[in-house]
């Protein structure tokens, strides 16, 4: 008697149902990778090397850690430095004022010097030694 059995198990596998769900996975990020929008900072990098900008004509100023000011290598009174760096500025028809300072140098002198200049409309180049 050759006896058979009814049910036979199949070895196949239906990918179908895999293929649905990476699809449906590949959406889901599609969609949520649109929505994020990250934090950062746009900026303009330049790119080529700043140029280098070569002043002849400037007008020497040096305050020091003392709070001693200095026009083109002459001592000013702190009293008189409004009047003596427009005089020497005027005189010299310089263009820009090079502001040398010591490391320091107390803020309150050099600012006295950077609003003389801003109300005079000179411009400033600060050097900080």
Known sequence: ??????TKISAAFSMSSMTDIVFLLLIFFMITSTMVHPNA??????????????VEKY???RVTASGRYYVDGKRVDEDTVDSGLVAAFNRNDKTIVKLRTDKNAST????????IAE???????LDIR
Do not use: E, F, Q, Y
Request: glycine share 6%; aromatic share 0%; net charge positive.
């Open 108 to 115: 309150g002198s050099v600012a006295r010097v950077l609003d």
């Open 41 to 54: 900072i746009k900026l303009l990098i330049p790119k080529k090397a700043t140029k280098k900008v070569v």
């Open 59 to 61: 007008l020497n100023v």
């Open 119 to 125: 109300s005079n409309g000179i411009k400033v180049i």
């Open 1 to 6: 008697m050759a006896l058979k059995r009814r």
